[in-house]
């Protein structure tokens, strides 16, 4: 029901900024709240922050300060700043809402963009 597309995404050096965009699209009205997640090559993939539809935010402790989650659920930005070279890696976006059934049902979902790579690298 939702399809996400993520931009943004390149090489930097350390201590660089880059903002990546999610944008969504299809049943927009559904969506409950977006994240960006990340996964470094042979680590398991970790949130790093996410925001309600409401527009509460909640960061990874590795990027508080340094990473702000901004927008609303059709468009979401990850403004990273002061990067580092931990923070190599694909980062994809993600929301999760709920749909209506024609009978009414709620089904919970979660969709996922393709990801962006970032590389941090001097």
């Known amino acids: 029901q939702v399809q996400l597309a993520e931009s943004g995404g390149g090489m930097v050096q350390p201590g660089g900024s880059l903002r990546l965009s999610c944008v969504a699209s299809g049943s927009i009205s559904s969506i409950n709240s977006v994240s960006w997640h990340r996964q470094a090559p042979g680590k398991e993939r970790e949130l790093v922050a996410d925001?309600?539809?409401?527009?509460s935010t909640n960061y990874a402790d590795s990027v508080k300060d340094r990473f702000t989650i901004s927008g609303d659920v059709a468009t979401v930005f990850l403004q990273m700043t002061r990067l580092k070279f931990e923070d190599t890696a694909v980062y994809s976006c993600s929301t999760e809402g709920i749909h209506y059934t024609d009978y009414g049902v709620p089904i919970a979902y979660r969709s996922w963009g393709q990801g962006t790579q970032v590389t941090v690298s001097s």
């Open positions: 925001i309600t539809k409401g527009g």
